[in-house]
């Protein structure tokens, strides 16, 4: 079974602090993808990469970056928190156009 | 641009009830169709998914999705509903033509009731 791994559960950080969100999947999938998930609004996707160090911008990249310097790692950097970037954070990985495999999610919350 | 509506925010049903979960989908190309489930603190399972062929769908834990070209519907349905299918179900849709990202629908929470 695929594994997408995302090293937090939960995290607290202050508003302005550079926070970073990881995820690493173990199956050699070409595709990673962060979305951010909010009650009633889904889940919006915020960036995703089809190969290392390719990003592109999803619906939402306002606040964020991204970074993918090795195939299996996909980075979500906040450059400088801010409260509406409170949110549940989803990674996903797939092959191709197969259905996508999703981390447990990281709960975030700015203060 | 592509979307997906998922038109009931919540259902109620009762235990041993048959469920159907709606979703329509506006997308210019034939799509990639998908079912996810997310329980309580935990990621999204993948349900079922459509890409071509039979148009109904068979998926695990006993659901099954109907694609309708004509409605542009996506329907997930199980014929029996356990308290265990508590959850929030979310429809996704992709495309070639926007390079197979996923997009979602707002979700639907389903209440079993006893």
């Known amino acids: 079974d695929v594994k997408v791994t995302q090293s937090s559960r939960y995290l607290v950080k202050r508003t302005g602090e550079k926070v970073f969100l990881e995820c690493v999947q173990d199956?050699?999938?070409?595709?990673m993808f962060w979305y951010r998930q909010d009650p009633g609004l889904g889940l919006r996707l915020i960036y995703f990469?089809?190969?290392?160090?390719?990003?592109e911008k999803g619906d939402i990249p306002e606040g964020y970056s991204v970074s993918r310097e090795k195939k299996e790692r996909f980075s979500l950097i906040l450059e400088s928190a801010s409260t509406n970037q409170t949110s549940m954070y989803l990674c996903?990985?797939?092959?191709?156009?197969?259905?996508?495999?999703f981390g447990s999610g990281t709960r975030l919350t700015v203060v | 641009a592509q979307s997906v509506t998922q038109p009931d925010i919540h259902i109620t049903v009762s235990e041993g009830a048959s469920l159907e979960l709606r979703c329509n989908y506006s997308?210019?190309?034939?799509?990639?169709l998908f079912w996810y489930v997310q329980s309580p603190g935990q990621g999204l399972q993948l349900l079922l998914k459509?890409?071509?062929?039979?148009?109904l769908v068979q998926g695990i834990k006993g659901f099954e999705a109907e694609f309708k070209r004509s409605q542009s519907s996506f329907n997930l349905r199980k014929p029996s509903v356990h308290w265990s299918d508590a959850a929030e179900y979310f429809c996704?849709?992709?495309?070639?033509?926007?390079?197979?990202?996923?997009?979602f629908g707002a979700g639907t929470i389903l209440r079993v009731k006893s």
């Open positions: 996903a990985s797939s092959k191709a156009n197969y259905g996508y495999t």
């Open positions: 199956m050699d999938h070409e595709n």
């Open positions: 990469s089809y190969d290392v160090k390719m990003k």
């Open positions: 997308y210019g190309a034939t799509p990639y």
């Open positions: 459509y890409f071509s062929g039979d148009t």
């Open positions: 996704a849709v992709a495309s070639m033509e926007y390079g197979n990202k996923l997009v």
